[in-house]
T-cell receptor
Framework: EAQVTQNPRYLITVTGKKLTVTCSQN?????MSWYRQDPGLGLRQIYY???????DKGDVPEGYKVSRKEKRNFPLILESPSPNQTSLYFC??????????????FGDGTRLSIL | QKEVEQNSGPLSVPEGAIASLNCTYS??????FFWYRQYSGKSPELIMF????GDKEDGRFTAQLNKASQYVSLLIRDSQPSDSATYLC??????????FGTGTRLKVLA
């Protein structure tokens, strides 16, 4: 089954304690992306990756890091989490056919609470 | 700043009616257009995608694209209470970047 898998689904942690949210896809997609979703603000892109070892900042990258060492994995790292990073996070992947971007497949989300 | 605009709603329609959701975008270079449905606390679920001007139908759903006017719409025929959700419009251009609107909340009244 084609899927994007995020872990953990829920996490409550404290300010300053480094954490990693993992994301893995089994569709051999080149493109992967992280979003955060907050009430009234919609989906905002944090970082994206167009392929292995190619990453770039989205609209709200401050306080986050990513890496893309393998095509299937795209972890999101919070080196020193703060309460304003409390949010619902989604990982997504997609590919391209010709010049047209295909729909993104989303993971089930990670609800993160930073106390 | 490239933007995608949606009316936040809520848009209320009676059961069985047609729901019409609209989205405008600012980047004339946009090539790919998507509609996602999202239930509260859940991940976005793809409903429709469209690349060319005109209409594209899939079951009860029709996506309409007008590149000259820079809008894309989603029609839901025979609306059901289970269609009550937030509908996200997403637009993508020549790069891999996808831009999302903030969504329209649809309420289908039984």
């Amino acid at each position: 089954e084609a899927q994007v898998t995020q872990n953990p689904r829920y996490l409550i942690t404290v300010t300053g304690k480094k954490l990693t949210v993992t994301c893995s896809q089994n569709m051999n997609h080149e493109y992967m992306s992280w979003y955060r979703q907050d009430p009234g603000l919609g989906l905002r892109q944090i970082y994206y990756s167009m392929n292995v070892e190619v990453t770039d900042k989205g609209d709200v990258p401050e306080g986050y890091k990513v890496s893309r060492k393998e095509k299937r994995n795209f972890p999101l790292i919070l080196e020193s989490p703060s309460p304003n990073q409390t949010s619902l996070y989604f990982c997504a992947s997609s590919t391209r056919t010709g010049s047209s971007n295909q729909p993104q497949h989303f993971g089930d989300g990670t609800r993160l609470s930073i106390l | 700043q490239k933007e995608v605009e949606q009316n936040s709603g809520p848009l209320s329609v009676p059961e069985g009616a047609i729901a019409s959701l609209n989205c405008t975008y600012s980047d004339r270079g946009s090539q790919s257009f998507f509609w996602y449905r999202q239930y509260s606390g859940k991940s976005p679920e793809l409903i429709m995608f469209i690349y060319s001007n005109g209409d594209k139908e899939d079951g009860r759903f029709t996506a309409q694209l007008n590149k000259a006017s820079q809008y894309v719409s989603l029609l839901i025929r025979d609306s059901q209470p289970s269609d009550s959700a937030t509908y996200l419009c997403a637009v993508s251009g020549g790069t891999y970047k996808y831009i999302f609107g903030t969504g329209t909340r649809l309420k289908v009244l039984a």
